[in-house]
């Protein structure tokens, strides 16, 4: 069964599903995306996606590439088309094609809608959660829009590899003051040695990750506090847990920032109970 791609208006097999040279998000990273997951056949949170996506478009002036309403029967058309129950659908939308120019070209010139989808194994996450990631640190790099979720992820791209090549999972972008932004593909939290819960606020500086949001219901839920405040890299290696959130990796446990072991170097029970609860409180859509 050939995997299907959605490319402005069409449904073609994913082998031959192409863009154009001189499409902007290819020339110039001038495009925004989302990623939502997909679980046991809903996709997850998909409103809250869909919102921070017209938020995206908005703040590049990028108009949007279907109707708001359209664009969920998309996704769920290529959700259903690849048979995926258990993975993600990811959505992107550039500024279109036109002749290399820096400025804006015309009104005339449609943005671009890509969406995709692919089967992700469940059980491989509930494996890595057992034993948990590591994490390395890097100094922030990238521009002070990172806010909009823009396919302009050189810096992500770069030091997401040097985490790899440290053997490690993910890496904390952190700013001049020593203090933790997020992660390469991922919000960054602590649990303090009460128990509270503690992330960076999300005005500026990093992405409001719908995760992170729909992990602030999850909290409530356990009954459990959250701070909205800077923390440093000292204060994280001192917690009593860490973890990272994003649609792939829901609450994924923490268990060495820069080779230094966080508490006994196991997953901590806060993050899995957090990780557990996730699915009866985050919205699902049918697919
Ligand atoms: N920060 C960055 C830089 C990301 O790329 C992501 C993943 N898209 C997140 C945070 C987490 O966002 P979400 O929970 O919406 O996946």
Redesign the pocket.
Known sequence: MPRIAYVNGRYITHADAAVHIEDRGYQFADGVYE?CEVARGFIVDMPR?LARLNRSLTELSIAWPVTRNVLPLILREVVNRNHVVNGLVYVQVTRGVASREFVFPSANVKPALVVTARKADPAAGAKRAETGIAVITVPENRWDR?DI?TVGLLP?VLAKQKAKEAGAQEAWFVDADGNVK??????AWIVNRDGVLVTRPAEHG??R????TTMFEVAARLGLKIEEREFSVAEAKAAREAFI????TIAMPIVAIDGDPIANGHPGSITLSLRHAFFDIAEKSPA
């Open positions: 990623v996606h990172v979720k992500n997020e992660g390469g593909s991922s919000n990093i992405l990750g719908i995760t992170r959130s994003s649609a792939t």
